[in-house]
Protein backbone atom coordinates (compact mmCIF):
# COMPACT_ATOMS: atom_id res chain seq x y z
CA UNK A 1 0.00 0.00 0.00
CA UNK A 2 1.79 3.45 -1.03
CA UNK A 3 0.79 6.17 1.19
CA UNK A 4 2.74 9.61 2.74
CA UNK A 5 4.14 8.41 6.18
CA UNK A 6 6.10 11.02 8.96
CA UNK A 7 9.75 10.45 8.16
CA UNK A 8 9.67 10.41 11.95
CA UNK A 9 7.42 7.24 12.59
CA UNK A 10 10.68 5.19 10.57
CA UNK A 11 13.47 3.46 12.36
CA UNK A 12 16.32 1.83 11.07
CA UNK A 13 16.22 -2.00 13.04
CA UNK A 14 20.05 -3.09 12.72
CA UNK A 15 18.38 -6.59 13.17
CA UNK A 16 16.77 -6.62 10.07
CA UNK A 17 19.64 -4.48 8.21
CA UNK A 18 21.88 -6.35 5.90
CA UNK A 19 24.49 -3.47 5.42
CA UNK A 20 27.69 -2.68 7.70
CA UNK A 21 26.61 0.45 8.33
CA UNK A 22 25.35 3.70 5.86
CA UNK A 23 27.30 5.37 3.36
CA UNK A 24 27.54 8.77 3.81
CA UNK A 25 29.18 9.74 0.15
CA UNK A 26 25.95 8.02 -1.11
CA UNK A 27 23.72 9.96 1.11
CA UNK A 28 25.54 13.19 -0.04
CA UNK A 29 25.04 12.32 -3.91
CA UNK A 30 21.47 11.59 -2.94
CA UNK A 31 20.70 15.09 -1.67
CA UNK A 32 22.35 16.97 -4.60
CA UNK A 33 20.17 14.65 -6.67
CA UNK A 34 16.90 15.75 -4.63
CA UNK A 35 17.72 19.31 -4.92
CA UNK A 36 18.37 18.89 -8.60
CA UNK A 37 14.72 17.51 -8.59
CA UNK A 38 14.93 13.89 -9.09
CA UNK A 39 12.26 11.78 -7.74
CA UNK A 40 12.98 8.74 -5.94
CA UNK A 41 11.12 5.22 -5.69
CA UNK A 42 9.13 4.89 -2.54
CA UNK A 43 10.78 3.53 0.20
CA UNK A 44 9.40 0.09 2.08
CA UNK A 45 9.16 -0.41 5.21
CA UNK A 46 6.61 -3.06 7.40
CA UNK A 47 4.66 -2.10 10.96
CA UNK A 48 7.05 -2.73 13.53
CA UNK A 49 5.82 -5.75 15.90
CA UNK A 50 7.11 -3.97 19.13
CA UNK A 51 6.46 -0.16 18.53
CA UNK A 52 2.57 0.35 17.77
CA UNK A 53 2.61 3.53 15.47
CA UNK A 54 6.41 2.60 14.11
CA UNK A 55 7.50 1.24 10.96
CA UNK A 56 10.74 -0.42 10.23
CA UNK A 57 12.69 0.00 6.96
CA UNK A 58 13.04 -3.19 4.31
CA UNK A 59 14.41 -0.85 1.87
CA UNK A 60 15.66 3.18 1.32
CA UNK A 61 17.81 3.09 4.32
CA UNK A 62 19.66 5.72 1.97
CA UNK A 63 17.04 7.57 0.76
CA UNK A 64 15.17 8.10 4.51
CA UNK A 65 18.52 9.35 5.56
CA UNK A 66 18.32 12.07 2.73
CA UNK A 67 14.92 13.31 3.17
CA UNK A 68 15.87 13.51 6.67
CA UNK A 69 19.25 15.51 5.69
CA UNK A 70 17.10 17.99 3.79
CA UNK A 71 14.23 18.49 6.01
CA UNK A 72 11.30 16.44 4.86
CA UNK A 73 8.53 15.68 6.81
CA UNK A 74 6.86 12.99 5.03
CA UNK A 75 7.80 10.24 2.82
CA UNK A 76 6.37 8.24 -0.08
CA UNK A 77 6.60 4.75 1.02
CA UNK A 78 5.07 1.01 0.49
CA UNK A 79 3.76 -0.55 4.31
CA UNK A 80 4.10 -4.35 3.60
CA UNK A 81 1.81 -5.72 6.55
CA UNK A 82 2.25 -9.65 5.64
CA UNK A 83 5.84 -10.96 4.20
CA UNK A 84 4.24 -14.16 3.68
CA UNK A 85 6.93 -15.87 6.08
CA UNK A 86 9.73 -14.42 4.45
CA UNK A 87 12.44 -13.40 7.08
CA UNK A 88 12.78 -9.61 7.07
CA UNK A 89 16.35 -9.47 6.86
CA UNK A 90 16.42 -11.83 3.68
CA UNK A 91 13.66 -9.31 2.26
CA UNK A 92 15.79 -6.76 3.17
CA UNK A 93 19.04 -8.25 1.43
CA UNK A 94 17.14 -9.09 -1.28
CA UNK A 95 16.12 -5.57 -2.13
CA UNK A 96 19.92 -4.46 -1.68
CA UNK A 97 20.75 -6.61 -4.58
CA UNK A 98 20.88 -3.19 -6.80
CA UNK A 99 23.46 -0.35 -7.88
CA UNK A 100 25.29 -1.04 -4.46
CA UNK A 101 25.79 -4.60 -4.34
CA UNK A 102 26.20 -6.11 -0.94
CA UNK A 103 29.94 -6.95 -0.14
CA UNK A 104 31.34 -10.23 0.55
CA UNK A 105 31.24 -9.64 4.34
CA UNK A 106 27.77 -8.43 4.47
CA UNK A 107 26.41 -11.54 2.60
CA UNK A 108 27.92 -13.37 4.58
CA UNK A 109 27.15 -11.84 8.00
CA UNK A 110 23.24 -11.76 6.67
CA UNK A 111 23.68 -15.56 5.94
CA UNK A 112 25.04 -16.51 9.58
CA UNK A 113 22.03 -14.29 10.97
CA UNK A 114 19.39 -15.53 9.33
CA UNK A 115 20.37 -18.76 10.42
CA UNK A 116 21.03 -18.57 13.82
CA UNK A 117 17.65 -16.72 13.88
CA UNK A 118 16.02 -19.82 11.88
CA UNK A 119 17.63 -23.09 11.84
CA UNK A 120 15.12 -24.48 9.37
CA UNK A 121 16.14 -22.28 6.58
CA UNK A 122 17.15 -24.19 3.46
CA UNK A 123 20.63 -22.45 2.12
CA UNK A 124 19.31 -22.68 -1.10
CA UNK A 125 16.50 -19.88 0.28
CA UNK A 126 19.58 -17.61 1.63
CA UNK A 127 21.15 -17.81 -1.40
CA UNK A 128 18.62 -16.27 -3.43
CA UNK A 129 17.94 -13.38 -1.18
CA UNK A 130 21.26 -12.49 -0.95
CA UNK A 131 22.64 -12.82 -4.62
CA UNK A 132 24.90 -16.30 -3.86
CA UNK A 133 25.30 -19.87 -5.02
CA UNK A 134 23.45 -22.88 -2.28
CA UNK A 135 27.47 -24.17 -1.97
CA UNK A 136 28.61 -20.63 -1.12
CA UNK A 137 25.84 -20.35 1.63
CA UNK A 138 26.88 -23.71 2.76
CA UNK A 139 30.38 -22.36 3.41
CA UNK A 140 29.54 -19.68 5.10
CA UNK A 141 27.09 -21.29 7.67
CA UNK A 142 28.84 -24.80 7.48
CA UNK A 143 29.91 -24.36 11.64
CA UNK A 144 26.37 -23.41 12.36
CA UNK A 145 24.69 -26.02 10.51
CA UNK A 146 27.12 -28.51 12.97
CA UNK A 147 26.81 -27.40 15.92
CA UNK A 148 22.67 -27.73 14.94
CA UNK A 149 22.95 -30.91 14.51
CA UNK A 150 24.67 -31.79 16.83
CA UNK A 151 22.95 -29.99 19.56
CA UNK A 152 19.53 -32.03 18.04
CA UNK A 153 21.70 -35.54 18.27
CA UNK A 154 21.90 -34.84 21.72
CA UNK A 155 18.48 -34.20 22.52
CA UNK A 156 17.33 -37.64 20.62
CA UNK A 157 20.45 -39.37 22.47
CA UNK A 158 18.76 -38.14 26.05
CA UNK A 159 15.50 -38.96 24.46
CA UNK A 160 16.20 -42.34 23.31
CA UNK A 161 17.68 -43.10 26.33
CA UNK A 162 14.96 -42.42 28.55
CA UNK A 163 12.84 -44.68 26.44
CA UNK A 164 10.79 -41.93 25.17
CA UNK A 165 8.94 -43.41 21.65
CA UNK A 166 10.46 -41.97 17.80
CA UNK A 167 7.14 -40.31 17.45
CA UNK A 168 6.93 -38.29 20.68
CA UNK A 169 10.36 -37.34 19.68
CA UNK A 170 9.96 -36.10 16.12
CA UNK A 171 6.92 -34.25 17.67
CA UNK A 172 8.71 -32.62 20.27
CA UNK A 173 11.68 -31.62 17.71
CA UNK A 174 9.51 -30.66 14.74
CA UNK A 175 10.94 -33.35 12.59
CA UNK A 176 9.50 -35.25 10.23
CA UNK A 177 10.31 -39.51 10.88
CA UNK A 178 13.16 -39.32 7.66
CA UNK A 179 14.92 -36.91 9.68
CA UNK A 180 14.74 -38.62 12.84
CA UNK A 181 16.10 -42.07 11.58
CA UNK A 182 18.93 -40.05 9.85
CA UNK A 183 19.56 -39.00 13.35
CA UNK A 184 19.12 -41.84 15.58
CA UNK A 185 21.35 -43.62 13.22
CA UNK A 186 24.35 -41.44 15.09
CA UNK A 187 23.07 -42.71 18.40
CA UNK A 188 25.44 -45.75 18.71
CA UNK A 189 28.51 -43.78 18.04
CA UNK A 190 27.83 -40.58 19.54
CA UNK A 191 28.85 -41.11 23.24
CA UNK A 192 32.39 -42.45 21.95
CA UNK A 193 34.43 -39.29 22.21
CA UNK A 194 32.36 -39.16 25.98
CA UNK A 195 33.46 -42.79 27.27
CA UNK A 196 36.94 -42.22 25.97
CA UNK A 197 37.64 -39.30 28.21
CA UNK A 198 35.53 -40.77 31.06
CA UNK A 199 37.85 -43.71 30.83
CA UNK A 200 41.21 -41.47 30.64
CA UNK A 201 40.03 -40.74 33.83
CA UNK A 202 38.56 -37.17 33.33
CA UNK A 203 35.54 -36.19 35.94
CA UNK A 204 32.29 -35.86 34.87
CA UNK A 205 32.40 -31.89 35.52
CA UNK A 206 35.61 -31.86 32.84
CA UNK A 207 33.45 -34.23 30.28
CA UNK A 208 30.49 -32.76 30.74
CA UNK A 209 32.12 -28.89 29.91
CA UNK A 210 34.55 -30.46 26.80
CA UNK A 211 31.66 -31.87 25.31
CA UNK A 212 28.54 -29.92 25.96
CA UNK A 213 26.42 -32.56 27.58
CA UNK A 214 25.01 -31.85 31.34
CA UNK A 215 26.33 -33.37 33.93
CA UNK A 216 23.11 -35.93 34.62
CA UNK A 217 23.91 -37.25 31.25
CA UNK A 218 27.44 -37.84 31.30
CA UNK A 219 26.92 -39.62 34.90
CA UNK A 220 24.19 -41.90 33.14
CA UNK A 221 27.06 -42.88 31.08
CA UNK A 222 29.64 -43.24 33.69
CA UNK A 223 27.42 -45.38 36.10
CA UNK A 224 26.78 -47.67 33.23
CA UNK A 225 26.76 -51.26 33.76
CA UNK A 226 27.77 -50.95 37.53
CA UNK A 227 26.39 -52.54 40.38
CA UNK A 228 24.12 -50.59 42.65
CA UNK A 229 26.92 -50.09 45.57
CA UNK A 230 29.43 -49.01 43.11
CA UNK A 231 27.15 -46.42 41.71
CA UNK A 232 26.13 -45.24 44.99
CA UNK A 233 30.74 -45.57 45.84
CA UNK A 234 30.93 -42.95 42.26
CA UNK A 235 28.62 -40.59 43.58
CA UNK A 236 29.75 -39.89 46.89
CA UNK A 237 26.38 -41.53 48.37
CA UNK A 238 26.69 -43.09 51.65
CA UNK A 239 24.30 -46.17 51.83
CA UNK A 240 21.79 -45.48 54.00
CA UNK A 241 19.74 -48.29 56.22
CA UNK A 242 16.12 -48.54 55.27
CA UNK A 243 15.07 -46.72 58.04
CA UNK A 244 17.84 -43.56 58.16
CA UNK A 245 16.86 -41.62 55.49
CA UNK A 246 17.71 -38.03 56.16
CA UNK A 247 19.72 -35.42 54.08
CA UNK A 248 20.25 -32.14 54.74
CA UNK A 249 20.54 -30.86 51.13
CA UNK A 250 19.38 -32.06 47.45
CA UNK A 251 22.38 -33.14 45.52
CA UNK A 252 22.35 -29.99 42.88
CA UNK A 253 23.66 -32.44 40.44
CA UNK A 254 20.75 -33.78 39.78
CA UNK A 255 17.03 -32.01 39.27
CA UNK A 256 15.37 -28.67 39.38
CA UNK A 257 15.87 -25.86 42.04
CA UNK A 258 12.43 -25.51 43.18
CA UNK A 259 10.29 -25.71 46.31
CA UNK A 260 9.61 -29.37 47.11
CA UNK A 261 12.18 -30.65 45.00
CA UNK A 262 12.90 -34.44 46.04
CA UNK A 263 16.62 -35.48 46.96
CA UNK A 264 18.23 -38.05 44.32
CA UNK A 265 19.20 -39.86 46.84
CA UNK A 266 16.05 -40.15 48.05
CA UNK A 267 15.49 -42.17 44.34
CA UNK A 268 18.16 -44.21 44.79
CA UNK A 269 17.59 -45.60 48.04
CA UNK A 270 14.22 -46.16 46.92
CA UNK A 271 15.18 -48.27 43.69
CA UNK A 272 17.83 -50.00 46.18
CA UNK A 273 15.60 -51.07 48.94
CA UNK A 274 12.46 -51.79 46.86
CA UNK A 275 13.42 -53.49 43.79
CA UNK A 276 15.70 -55.12 42.02
CA UNK A 277 17.66 -54.23 38.92
CA UNK A 278 16.36 -54.34 35.14
CA UNK A 279 13.07 -54.32 37.02
CA UNK A 280 10.02 -52.64 35.25
CA UNK A 281 9.72 -49.32 36.87
CA UNK A 282 6.90 -47.02 37.16
CA UNK A 283 7.00 -43.47 38.39
CA UNK A 284 4.50 -42.13 40.00
CA UNK A 285 5.41 -38.33 39.14
CA UNK A 286 4.15 -39.45 36.08
CA UNK A 287 1.38 -42.14 35.11
CA UNK A 288 2.04 -42.59 31.55
CA UNK A 289 5.98 -43.11 32.14
CA UNK A 290 7.23 -46.79 32.60
CA UNK A 291 10.88 -47.32 32.53
CA UNK A 292 11.90 -50.55 31.28
CA UNK A 293 14.26 -52.92 29.56
CA UNK A 294 12.83 -52.72 26.32
CA UNK A 295 11.90 -49.86 23.89
CA UNK A 296 10.18 -49.84 20.55
CA UNK A 297 11.32 -51.59 18.04
CA UNK A 298 12.73 -54.26 20.72
CA UNK A 299 16.00 -53.10 20.56
CA UNK A 300 17.54 -53.50 24.11
CA UNK A 301 18.01 -50.16 26.64
CA UNK A 302 20.24 -49.43 29.46
CA UNK A 303 19.40 -50.67 32.86
CA UNK A 304 16.15 -48.65 34.26
CA UNK A 305 17.05 -48.91 37.65
CA UNK A 306 20.64 -46.71 36.63
CA UNK A 307 21.25 -44.91 39.59
CA UNK A 308 20.39 -42.12 39.73
CA UNK A 309 17.10 -42.36 38.14
CA UNK A 310 17.35 -39.65 35.45
CA UNK A 311 13.80 -37.27 34.13
CA UNK A 312 13.72 -35.72 31.49
CA UNK A 313 14.22 -31.92 32.62
CA UNK A 314 17.25 -33.53 34.93
CA UNK A 315 18.80 -34.68 31.36
CA UNK A 316 18.20 -30.73 29.86
CA UNK A 317 15.19 -31.58 27.17
Avoid at 130 to 150: E, F, H, M, N, P
Avoid at 267 to 286: G, N, V, W
Wanted: hydrophobic letters at 35%; proline letters at 6%; one cysteine or more.
Amino acid sequence: MLTKIPICSIILDEEIYPRKGIDQKRVGIFAENIRGGFKFDPIEVQPDPDRPGKYRLLDGVHRWNVFKAVGVAEIDAIIIENLEGTDPLLYAAKKAIGPKQLTEDETRDTARRAYKKNTGLRSADIGKAIGRARRTVDSYIADLKAATQLDIDLKIYRMNRLGIPHDRMANRLGLIRTSLHYHLSKMATLPNSTNTDLSRGFTVSQVAEKHNWTEPMVWSLALEDKEDLERFKELGWGLRTWDQWEWNDCDKRFGDDWPGRIPAQLIAHILYYFSKQKDLIFDPTRPTRLSSRWRAGGRRRRDPRHLPCPEPQMLGI
